[in-house]
C-alpha cells in the first residue's frame, strides 16, 4: 500500500453498521418469481418507451423498452415469457404513485436472447465513442449505487481524465451488496475498470474502499497484479461513499455543487456499474439483474443477485422476512425511504431491501424544538449550516434558505442523525426544495404563458397590418384606369376605398422618399426590416427559453448526475442557437422565391423551435413575395400613369399571392396546434426534470 | 416514519442537559465546603420554582409538559441562577429571579430554543438592579455558620450574630472599592480574603478561586463529551486574561492580574456554562470566537471602569442582541465554494 495521502471531508457520523448480518454468505441467484413488475423508469432521466405489445413473447435478454432521449437507458426483459400488462403499477417510490411498468409472465425456461457480442474494441479504436456510449445506453447501464443515473453520459469525456475514482466505500449501514460483489467478482471488475479507465483516458484510477471491508481490499488487491490501479483505504465514515465525498478524501477536490467533477479532471463510478459495463461489453449481457442486500428482519440476511423486476415481496420471502417486522426500507436507513408497499418491482436503483424491526429502529422520540446546539453543523459533509436551513425552511423564507446554500445538501441524514432534538431536518431541507422547485416550475409556466401571449399580439398586429396593406394594394390597382376588370376584385365599397387608397399613396410616397436610389430598394430595405424584427423576436424567445434551461440545470442539486444533464441541455441550446443562425443566414442568402420553400430546420433542431422558426421563415418569405409582386403593381400605378394598362400578368401575381397569404393562415393556424403540443411535451418535460432532481439526490450515497 | 435517515444517535436533549449538571456538581461541591450548605438550599428552591413555573407556562401555552418539563433545560437555568447569587440571599430572591428567568425570559419569548436572551442572566440582572445591596451581601467564605442556622437566615432573616460580623465583600468587590478609596490595590492582596485557604495555590484569588477552579474542571468535561465547543470558552478567557496582562504590565497597582480576573466572580462558570449557552449565541464556528472575545472584553470593561464589581451577566447579555448579527457575517463558506469564485 503506498503513502497516499488520505484527505478529510467535514463532519461524518458513524452509525452502527449492520454489515455483518449480511456480509459474511456469498451472493446467491435470486428467485425466478411467476411475474416480473419492470418500471419503464429505471434511470433518473425519460422512461424508456415500450418496444413490446402486451400478449408478446419476450426472450431473456430482449430489449423491450428503448432509452428516450438522451437521459435515459433502456430495459430488457429479465427472463423469458409473456408481456402480460403495460400499465400503471405501484413502483419502489416513497410516493406510493403507479407509474408506468412493464409486467411480464415469466414462462421459466429462462431462455436468452440470441446475442452477439459487440466489437467495443473496434470502435474505440476507430475513435467511435459515441458508438460505445449509445451501446451501452441500449444496454440499460445505470449508476446502480442509488442514483442511476445513465452511465453513457459519464463516460462522455471530452479531454483525458485526470483521476478516474472507483467506488467501493459502501458507507451506509446495512448494505454490503458492493462488499460481497468486490470479494467475489474482483477479477471481472477489475477488467471493468480497466476498460473504463480506457474509455475514459483517464491517467491514474484509484479504488476507494472503506476500512471495514478488509476482505474486499484483499481480493482486490490480488485481482488487480498491476500498478495501473491503486486501492486506497479510507476511514469508516458515513457518508465517505458520497461521490463529493469520496472524491475529497482521495482527491482533496472539493467538487461545487453545480459543477461536473469531470471538469475538475475527475470521475466517479461505483463497482456494481463498472461490473455492469464490463459484462455487457464482453458478454453482451443486458443490465437484467443486480446484487441486492435483503437484511433486518429475516431469517436469511445476505445478497442476492435478483431479476430486475422480482417483487420486493418474493425477494423478502426468499430471504425468510420474519414476524413484527414494521415496514420495509429500500436502499440504506441512512438516505432510503419506507416502501408503500412489496408489490413494487426491484429497480435498478434497489441496493437493499431492510426489513426492520422494533427492536434495531427505535421510535425517535418527541421532535422537540432547535436548541442551535450545532451538533448538524459539525456532522455535515457540505459544511452547511444545518440549523439555520431548517429555520428558514420551516419559516418559508425559502429565499433566504437558497442563500445559505439549501441545493448544496445533499440529504446524507447525518444532521438529523445528531440532532438531539430528533427533529428530521432532511424533511424540511426536502420540504424546502420542492416549494421552491414548485415556484420555479408555475414562473416559467407564466412566463411561457407571457411569451405566447407578446406573440399572439404581434402576430395579429402584423395580420392587421398586412391586411391593411394588401387593402391598399388591392385598391390602388383597382383605381387605376380601370381596364383590369379582376383588379376590381375590390368588392370593397367605395368609401373605404377612398381611405385606403389615400393611405397607400402616402405609404407609397413614403417609400418612394425613403429609398432615394429606387423604389425596389426602399422595399427591400423594409422587408429586411421586417424580417430582422422577427428573427430579433424569436431569438429573445429562445434565448429566455435557453436562459431558464440553464437556470434550472444551475440551480437543480447535489449530484453531478443533474450537472451533467444541465450540462447536457446547454450544449442543446447552444447547439439550437448554432443551427438558428446558420437558418436565417442560410434565409438570408436565399432568393425571396427560394427562401419559401427552404427548409432549413435542421433534424437536431427540438420540434417545437424548428416549427417556429419554420413557420416564421415562411411567413417572412411569403410577405416578402407578396410584397414584391405589390411593388411590382405599385411603382406602375406612381411612376407610369402612361402606361397604365395593368397587364394581366400583374394581376394574376397579385391574386396568386393573396392566395399565398390564405394558404400561410391555414398553415399558422395548423402550426399554433403544434405549438400546443409542443407545449404539453414540454410540461411533461418538467415533471420529468422534477424527478430527475428528486432522483438526483442520490447520486450522492455512491 | 418514511423518510430518510431511519436511524438516530442516542443523544437526546435530557442527555445533553443531564450532562450539563453533571459538570456543575464540582464546582458544587466546593461552594458547599466553602460557603456552606446555604447553596444546597438556594438550588432547591431554584430547581423547584424552574419547574413550577415551566409547568404552569406550558400549560397556559398548550404544550404537552412532560416532554418539555424533562428535557432539563429549566434545571440549568435554576441551577445557574442559583450559583450566581450570593449563598445566603433571602428564598425570595431565588424564586423570583427564576420564575423571571423561566416566565419572562424563556416562555414569553416562545420556550426552549427561542429566547433571545440567555434566561438566567436576564434573571440575575434584574436581581442585579432592583436589589443591589441583597446581591452584594456575601458572607465571608468559611464562615462560623451551620446548615439549620442558614436555612433560618434564608428563609427568616434571623441571625444569632448581626450579618455584617459574618459578612464579607467578594474579592472583586474589595478591589473596586479598595481602588476607588485608595488609587490602587496596595497591599489588599496580602487579606485574609485573598488567601486560597488551608490548600495554598498563591495564585488564587481566595476561596472562590476554588470554586471556578472545579467550574473549569466541569467545563472541561463538557468539552470532552462534545456538549460545548471550544470556540467561546477559550476566546473569552483569553480575550479577558490578554486584555487583564496588557493593562496589569502598564499598571500592576492599579490593575489586577490576569489570573485575578480569570479565577474571581463568574469568568469560569461563565465561560463553560453561560456563554456557551447555544440557544442566544452564535452558531458560527467564527462566530463563536468574536463573541467570546467581545464578551471577555466587556467583562473586563465593567469590571475595571464600570459600577458593577463583576460584569459576566450584562456582558452575555449585551453579546446576546449581537448573536444573530455575528451569525449573518461570519457564515463559513460551503463545501466546495471556498476557492476565490465562492
Known amino acids: 500500500m503506498s503513502a497516499r495521502p488520505i484527505y478529510k471531508f467535514n463532519g461524518g457520523v458513524h452509525p452502527p453498521e449492520h454489515k455483518r448480518e449480511s456480509s459474511g454468505t456469498p451472493i446467491v441467484a435470486g428467485p425466478l418469481p411467476a411475474q416480473l413488475v419492470l418500471p419503464l423508469r429505471q434511470s433518473i432521466g425519460n422512461a424508456a418507451k415500450p418496444l413490446v405489445a402486451v400478449g408478446e413473447r419476450v426472450l431473456k435478454g430482449q430489449l423491450i423498452a428503448a432509452a428516450d432521449g438522451s437521459v435515459s437507458a433502456a430495459l430488457h426483459a429479465p427472463t423469458s415469457g409473456t408481456v402480460t400488462a403495460i400499465e400503471g403499477r405501484l413502483v419502489a417510490h416513497p410516493s406510493g404513485l403507479a407509474e408506468a411498468c412493464i409486467v411480464i409472465a415469466s414462462d421459466g425456461r429462462d431462455e436468452w436472447e440470441a446475442r452477439t457480442r459487440f466489437d467495443w474494441r473496434a470502435a474505440y479504436d476507430a475513435g467511435n465513442g459515441r458508438a460505445i456510449r449509445d451501446y451501452l445506453r441500449d444496454m440499460g447501464v445505470v449508476g446502480l449505487g442509488g442514483a442511476v443515473f445513465p452511465s453513457h453520459l459519464k463516460l462522455a469525456g471530452r479531454d483525458a481524465l485526470d483521476t478516474l475514482i472507483i467506488n467501493g466505500a459502501e458507507c451506509e449501514p446495512y448494505i454490503t451488496c458492493d462488499d460481497r460483489l468486490m470479494r467475489e467478482r474482483a477479477a471481472d471488475l477489475v477488467a471493468g475498470i480497466r476498460i473504463v479507465r480506457q474509455l475514459l483516458n483517464a491517467r491514474e484510477v484509484l479504488i476507494g474502499i472503506e476500512d471495514n471491508k478488509p476482505e474486499a481490499v484483499a481480493a482486490l488487491h490480488a485481482a488487480i497484479d498491476g500498478a495501473d490501479i491503486e486501492v486506497v483505504v479510507v476511514p469508516t465514515l458515513y457518508p465517505s461513499g458520497g461521490a463529493k465525498q469520496l472524491i475529497k478524501l482521495l482527491t482533496n477536490i472539493e467538487v461545487p455543487s453545480g459543477v461536473r467533477s469531470t471538469d475538475l479532471g475527475v470521475q466517479c463510478f461505483n463497482v456494481a456499474t463498472v461490473y455492469t459495463i464490463y459484462r455487457a461489453l464482453e458478454h453482451a449481457e443486458p443490465v437484467i439483474s443486480r446484487i441486492v442486500t435483503l437484511t433486518g428482519n429475516v431469517a436469511r440476511p445476505g445478497n442476492v443477485e435478483a431479476l430486475i423486476g422480482t417483487p420486493l415481496s418474493d425477494l423478502m420471502a426468499f430471504a425468510g422476512e420474519q414476524t413484527g417486522t414494521r415496514e420495509h426500507i429500500y436502499g440504506g436507513p441512512m438516505m432510503g425511504f419506507a416502501l408503500p408497499g412489496l408489490n413494487a418491482g426491484l429497480s435498478k436503483a434497489g441496493n437493499c431491501v431492510i426489513a426492520t424491526a422494533p427492536a434495531d429502529f427505535p421510535d425517535k422520540g418527541r421532535e422537540m424544538p432547535c436548541i442551535r446546539c450545532g451538533e448538524c453543523a459539525s456532522a455535515c459533509p457540505a459544511e452547511l449550516q444545518p440549523m439555520d436551513l431548517y429555520w428558514f425552511s420551516r419559516s418559508r423564507e425559502f429565499g433566504r434558505a437558497q442563500e445559505r446554500n439549501l441545493f448544496d445538501c445533499i440529504e446524507c441524514g447525518a444532521c438529523a442523525y445528531v440532532c438531539p432534538s430528533s427533529i428530521q431536518l432532511v424533511d424540511y431541507y426536502r420540504f424546502a426544495k420542492s416549494e421552491i422547485w414548485a415556484a420555479e416550475a408555475s414562473k416559467k409556466a407564466a412566463d411561457k404563458a407571457r411569451e405566447r401571449h407578446e406573440f399572439k399580439q404581434f402576430r395579429e398586429e402584423r395580420e392587421k397590418r398586412e391586411k391593411a396593406e394588401r387593402l391598399a394594394a388591392r385598391q390602388a390597382a383597382a383605381a387605376k384606369p380601370a381596364t383590369t376588370a379582376d383588379a376590381a376584385a375590390a368588392a370593397d365599397d367605395a368609401e373605404t376605398k377612398a381611405a385606403k387608397i389615400k393611405a397607400a399613396m402616402a405609404r407609397a410616397a413614403e417609400r418612394k422618399a425613403a429609398g432615394e436610389t429606387g423604389d425596389t430598394q426602399a422595399t427591400d430595405a423594409m422587408d429586411a426590416e421586417k424580417r430582422a424584427k422577427i428573427a430579433a423576436a424569436m431569438e429573445k424567445a429562445a434565448a429566455r427559453k435557453a436562459h431558464l434551461e440553464s437556470l434550472q440545470g444551475g440551480e437543480a442539486p447535489v449530484a453531478e448526475a443533474v450537472d451533467e444533464a444541465k450540462a447536457e441541455k446547454i450544449r442543446a441550446a447552444m447547439e439550437a442557437a448554432a443551427q438558428r443562425k446558420a437558418a436565417r443566414d442560410a434565409a438570408k442568402a436565399d432568393t425571396p422565391a427560394q427562401a419559401g420553400e427552404t427548409d432549413v430546420a435542421p433534424a437536431a433542431m427540438d420540434d417545437a423551435k424548428a416549427a417556429k422558426i419554420r413557420a416564421a421563415m415562411e411567413a417572412a418569405a411569403q410577405r416578402k413575395a407578396h410584397r414584391e409582386s405589390l411593388q411590382a403593381a405599385a411603382p406602375v400605378a406612381e411612376a407610369a400613369p402612361a402606361a397604365s394598362a395593368l397587364d394581366p400578368e400583374k394581376a394574376e401575381r397579385i391574386r396568386a399571392a393573396m392566395q399565398k397569404r390564405d394558404e400561410e393562415k391555414a398553415r399558422l393556424a395548423a402550426m399554433s396546434s403544434e405549438e400546443r403540443a409542443a407545449l404539453d411535451a414540454e410540461r411533461q418535460a418538467r415533471i420529468d426534470a422534477a424527478r430527475v432532481r428528486a432522483a438526483a439526490k442520490k447520486e450522492s450515497e455512491q | ?342
Open chain 2, 1 to 342: 416514519m418514511i423518510t430518510s435517515p431511519f436511524l438516530t444517535k442516542p443523544t437526546p436533549l435530557q442527555v445533553v442537559m443531564t450532562k450539563v449538571l453533571l459538570a456543575l456538581l464540582p464546582g458544587i461541591a466546593v461552594y458547599v465546603y466553602v460557603f456552606g450548605a446555604g447553596i444546597l438550599i438556594q438550588l432547591l428552591l431554584a430547581t423547584l420554582t424552574a419547574l413550577g413555573v415551566e409547568a404552569a407556562c406550558l400549560k397556559l401555552r398548550n404544550f404537552p409538559i412532560k416532554p418539555f418539563i424533562t428535557d432539563g433545560s429549566a434545571i440549568v437555568t435554576a441551577w445557574l441562577l442559583a450559583l450566581s447569587l450570593p449563598p445566603l440571599a433571602p428564598w425570595w430572591m431565588i424564586v423570583l429571579a427564576t420564575a423571571i428567568a423561566i416566565g419572562l425570559a424563556k416562555h414569553l419569548y416562545g420556550g426552549l430554543g427561542q429566547n433571545t436572551f440567555n434566561p438566567a442572566m436576564v434573571g440575575f440582572a434584574v436581581l442585579m438592579v432592583s436589589f443591589p445591596a441583597q446581591m452584594s451581601r456575601w458572607a465571608a467564605p468559611q464562615a462560623e455558620l451551620d446548615a439549620l442556622a442558614q436555612l433560618t437566615y434564608i428563609f427568616t432573616g434571623h441571625l444569632a450574630v448581626p450579618f455584617d460580623a459574618i459578612a464579607s465583600a467578594t474579592p472583586l468587590d474589595t478591589v473596586k472599592t479598595t481602588i476607588l478609596q485608595h488609587g490602587g490595590i496596595g497591599e489588599l492582596f496580602a487579606a485574609p480574603l485573598f488567601q486560597a485557604g488551608q490548600f495554598g495555590a498563591g495564585w488564587l484569588p481566595g476561596m472562590m478561586g476554588w470554586i471556578a477552579l472545579a467550574y473549569l474542571a466541569g467545563g472541561v468535561y463538557l468539552f470532552a463529551s462534545k456538549i460545548i465547543p471550544w470556540q467561546t470558552p477559550l476566546s473569552f478567557l483569553v480575550s479577558l486574561a490578554a486584555l487583564a496582562g496588557a493593562l496589569h504590565l502598564v499598571d500592576p497597582a492599579r490593575f489586577t492580574s490576569p489570573l485575578f480576573h480569570l479565577f474571581s466572580g463568574a469568568a469560569m462558570l461563565g465561560a463553560f456554562f453561560i456563554i456557551t449557552d447555544p440557544v442566544s449565541g452564535p452558531t458560527t464556528p467564527r462566530g463563536r470566537l468574536i463573541y467570546g472575545a467581545l464578551i471577555g472584553v466587556l467583562v473586563y470593561v465593567i469590571r475595571v471602569f464600570g459600577g458593577y464589581p463583576d460584569g459576566v451577566a450584562f456582558a452575555v447579555l449585551i453579546m446576546n442582541l449581537a448573536a444573530p448579527f455575528i451569525d449573518q457575517y461570519t457564515q463559513p463558506k460551503v463545501f466546495g465554494r471556498k476557492g476565490k469564485a465562492a
